[in-house]
């Protein structure tokens, strides 16, 4: 964490929720899949004297947070990753050619066949919200946010100011890491988590977070522990007559619930 000081005042950034998981976006444009929970970040502005600044009297609509991704380590930016769909294609005559996967470059990196790697809205306007102590706060919240690639990273966020017209241009003042999180192919994505308290208290003042009451599993999961189960009723139905048969019967019923589920709720 980096704090810095202008018009006398300082300013410092603090994780007031860290991310940590999420299911692998793809290269469309519209494809979303938003990080769980959304990071949402606190900006601590603090007079000269080292009192906390009245946020009530600031217009914090101009305050910015940028988001960009980096390694677990916090080391290497991770800007760009290697889009398939653009590589150039080469025939192999080796039987069982393994295809190359995608891989993270830095944003130095002269390949052109890649996109960012992480999209959605990476830049957020400052809110003033009410904690779950009911305290007043400048607060960003990224909940439009997807990352192309599988694997564990780190955000890094960066506060900046408008420019004023007989000052100095907009400039970072304050930085802040995440804590590291997991990006999970579609396979492997365990699902999204229930809100946290947070999210629900910035949800009822405006804030547009999808608010989720119970945890939701993943398709995959779902339809392989409904397979599982009607593997159980069809050997039960085979020697429990008739009651096995309306097992089986409303089985179905569920599955068929569950195959018509929106592609959202996978997120």
Same mark, same amino acid.
């Given at each position: ?21 999420? +299911? ?16 949402? &970040?606190?900006?601590?502005? +603090?007079?000269?004297?080292?009192? &906390? ?13 940028? =988001? ?13 990753? =290697? ?5 150039? @294609? #080469? ?6 050619? *393994?295809?190359?996967?995608?891989? *993270? ?8 066949? =890649? ?16 904690? /779950? ?8 919240? %990224? ?14 966020? $960066? %506060? #900046? /100011?408008?420019? #004023? ?22 396979k492997r994505f ?5 809100? #946290?308290?947070?999210?629900?208290? %910035?949800?009822? @003042? ?5 608010? !989720?009451?119970?945890? !939701?599993? $993943?398709?995959?999961?779902?339809? =392989? ?9 069809? +050997? ?6 008739e009651g096995g048969?309306?097992?089986?019967? &409303?089985?179905?019923? @569920? ?13």
């Amino acid at each position: 964490m980096m704090a810095y000081e202008r018009n006398n005042r300082t300013y410092e950034l603090q994780m007031a929720q860290n991310p940590i998981r999420a +299911r692998m976006c793809g290269f469309g444009e519209k494809d979303r899949r938003p990080m769980d929970p959304p990071p949402i &970040l606190k900006l601590i502005v +603090r007079n000269e004297d080292g009192t &906390l600044a009245d946020v009530s009297q600031m217009d914090v609509n101009f305050y910015m947070v940028i =988001a960009d991704i980096y390694s677990a380590d916090r080391a290497t930016p991770c800007t760009l990753v =290697a889009n398939p769909a653009m590589a150039p @294609q #080469t025939t192999s005559t080796i039987p069982n050619a *393994v295809e190359p996967a995608m891989s *993270v470059m830095s944003l130095s990196s002269t390949n052109l066949m =890649a996109s960012r790697n992480l999209t959605g809205s990476t830049v957020a306007s400052g809110n003033l919200l009410f904690n /779950l102590a009911n305290e007043p706060g400048v607060y960003f919240v %990224f909940q439009d946010i997807s990352v192309r690639s599988e694997g564990v990273f780190t955000l890094k966020f $960066s %506060f #900046t /100011l408008p420019p #004023t017209p007989d000052g100095p241009p907009s400039s970072v003042m304050a930085t802040v890491f995440s804590e590291q999180f997991t990006i999970f192919s579609a396979k492997r994505f365990p699902g999204m988590t229930e809100s #946290t308290p947070l999210s629900k208290c %910035f949800a009822k @003042q405006g804030i547009k977070i999808p608010i !989720r009451k119970e945890p !939701r599993i $993943s398709r995959a999961k779902r339809m =392989a522990g409904g397979m599982a189960v009607d593997g159980q009723e069809r +050997r039960g139905s085979s020697t429990g007559g008739e009651g096995g048969s309306a097992g089986l019967s &409303l089985l179905s019923n @569920q599955d068929r619930e569950m195959i018509s589920e929106s592609e959202d709720d996978d997120c």
